[in-house]
């Protein structure tokens, strides 16, 4: 009983915090987007949760090559909350000598912390004669920044408000592969121990398996077409998690071809320890060999350390074990409702 | 005792294929249809389409040439070989004389695709390496599904909703490792490959000989 309100509990924290607390201030757009060396050049920053107004006088912005190379704007002002105009004097080279590079843009005040923007700003040589190294690369460092207190989850270009994806999305694997895991389970039992109830559970865990198992397909479809364009991009582990549902498909395929229930049920019982043996290599393995899309790809297919902030942490694991309680509620009353079919199967 | 009895055993398999010979040409044909119809299909090749297109002719085939395993003998000899051997040896009699003849039947699949539609590989030792972990892999995870099938209602189509999904992670890392080969994509850490696939074979062997018992008791 206590485990089921922990669930409720959980997932209400899951759903409030995760859907209710806001993104830490960003940067949308920078634009122009591009400039000559020598200009004198105002760019507009666009910012999202930002409060540029409050910070007024004490924002101050960057335009950066690489940790030692960055340029100051000389003038700041506020256009509203979301725009802000920065004015830059732009240096006579570039720091290494190239033709073109691409800054990145950092905004920094105390109202809002700092915010970056990756490749905001093409600079490009506006001759071809070389020049001396300008000292006005080194002139102002980044230093000094502020940290935007409170409860904020990270904000990211590309995926924006869909950060709160992570608490849903997620979640669904830790609960597939945990029921999936509970099923295996249960058949290595009905083939020690053959009664019948122990079968009927291996089913019902499978069950509420490749129901989450959809659930996270589904959800990664919805973030999917946000992040990278398109719902399905036949990204490898899109690909390697369909063919572990029809693994499942095939199982309970099985399970209905036999005229004996209990041969149908020690054949099943061997198919699934099988199936889970070969689902591990399918999920964690075999995505690491190829490119995908997904974040830590090529190495770990999970998460990678700088993924998740504490805040987010504070999220994510209480949604991780609401998510598998719920799971193994689903689970419990589907096991009591086929006892309660086989009951009434019997009275026939 | 056992070794008598697994030499007995693999000996059967290979008199039996030779005495139903009609199963063996059916399946030789079958190779030959298979690479007509996708030569057909297909006439330009390029190397990556070479190697998708390989790979699913060995598909097929190998799962036609391993369904039969356990299908062929009738129940009273079934019960008769649970009666004289332990099931662990007569399932290795199967999984070997599967895996030779997967060999086999890859070498002619092999032979036949690439006189009709050319011969893309570079790396040969490489290239026959993964052809006999792919048969090696083919023949443990079909022959497995074959037995279990064996035992259903319809059995043909079981045969096939059951293994493809089972196969794909064997199939993605061979098709990969014979990419390299063909020299399609450039990867000198391919070992890493090679032990991904022995280590997904070693897992499924053993289960299947843990497993095996409880699919033979009837």
Do not use: C, I, M
């Given at each position: 009983m206590w485990w089921k309100i922990t669930s409720v509990l959980l997932l209400v924290y899951t759903f409030t915090l995760g859907m209710l607390v806001p993104l830490r201030p960003g940067i949308l757009t920078v634009s122009p987007e591009s400039g000559l060396t020598r200009q004198s050049t105002v760019l507009t920053i666009s910012g999202y949760n930002a409060h540029f107004t409050q910070g007024e006088g004490q924002t101050r912005v960057w335009l950066t090559y690489d940790d030692e190379n960055a340029i100051l704007a000389h003038r700041v002002k506020a256009l509203s909350d979301t725009q802000l105009e920065a004015e830059f004097q732009l240096p006579a080279n570039l720091p290494k000598g190239e033709a073109t590079m691409v800054l990145n843009c950092i905004v920094d005040n105390p109202a809002d912390g700092t915010s970056v923007l990756p490749n905001a700003f093409q600079l490009k040589l506006d001759s071809t004669t070389m020049q001396e190294y300008d000292p006005t690369w080194k002139?102002?460092?980044?230093?000094k920044l502020n940290v935007k207190k409170g409860f904020t989850y990270p904000y990211r270009n590309v995926i924006y408000e869909t950060i709160r994806n992570t608490y849903f999305h997620v979640p669904m694997w830790f609960v597939l592969l945990f029921l999936l895991l509970a099923s295996a389970t249960y058949s290595v039992i009905y083939l020690l121990n053959p009664k019948p109830e122990y079968d009927s559970k291996a089913s019902a865990y499978a069950e509420t398996g490749l129901l989450f198992g959809l659930l996270g397909l589904v959800t990664g479809m919805l973030w999917a077409h946000y992040a990278?364009?398109?719902?399905?991009?036949?990204?490898i582990k899109q690909i390697t998690t369909a063919v572990a549902l029809l693994i499942y498909m095939a199982y309970f395929i099985l399970r209905s071809s036999f005229d004996e229930p209990e041969k149908g049920a020690r054949l099943s019982a061997v198919y699934n320890i099988f199936a889970f043996a070969t689902l591990i290599p399918l999920l964690?393995?075999?995505?690491?060999m190829f490119a995908s899309?997904?974040?830590?790809?090529?190495?770990?297919p999970a998460f990678g350390?700088?993924?998740?902030d504490n805040t987010m942490r504070a999220v994510f694991y209480p949604a991780i074990i609401g998510w598998t309680l719920l799971g193994f509620w689903m689970t419990s009353l589907r096991i009591r409702a086929k006892r309660i079919e086989d009951k009434l199967g019997g009275l026939d | 005792m056992k070794w008598l009895v697994f030499k007995t055993l693999l000996h059967k398999e290979f008199l039996l294929e030779f005495r139903q010979r009609y199963a063996i040409s059916g399946i030789v044909l079958y190779v030959f249809s298979m690479v007509f119809v996708v030569y057909i299909a297909s006439v330009r090749v390029q190397p990556p389409v070479w190697n998708i297109l390989f790979w699913l002719i060995m598909l097929f085939v190998s799962i036609n040439a391993v369904?039969?395993?356990?299908?062929?003998?009738?129940g009273s000899r079934q019960l008769y070989y649970y009666q004289v051997a332990n099931p662990v040896v007569l399932l290795l009699t199967k999984i070997i004389y599967n895996t030779l003849l997967l060999l086999v039947i890859s070498a002619l699949a092999f032979g036949t695709y690439s006189i009709v539609a050319g011969n893309p590989v570079f790396d040969y030792p490489l290239f026959a390496l993964v052809l006999l972990l792919g048969s090696f892999g083919f023949s443990i995870t079909f022959t497995f599904t074959a037995s279990i099938a064996a035992k259903a209602n319809n059995s043909a189509t079981l045969m096939a909703i059951l293994s493809f999904p089972i196969i794909i992670p064997i199939l993605l890392t061979l098709m990969r490792l014979s990419n390299i080969a063909l020299r399609v994509i450039q990867d000198t850490s391919y070992q890493r490959d090679i032990i991904n696939l022995l280590a997904i074979d070693a897992i499924l062997l053993t289960l299947t000989f843990v497993l095996f018992p409880y699919i033979w008791r009837d």
């Open positions: 002139a102002h460092p980044v230093e990278w364009g398109k719902a399905w991009s036949n990204d964690y393995v075999v995505p690491r899309l997904h974040p830590g790809a090529t190495g770990s350390g700088q993924d998740l | 369904v039969k395993s356990f299908v062929q003998e009738s």
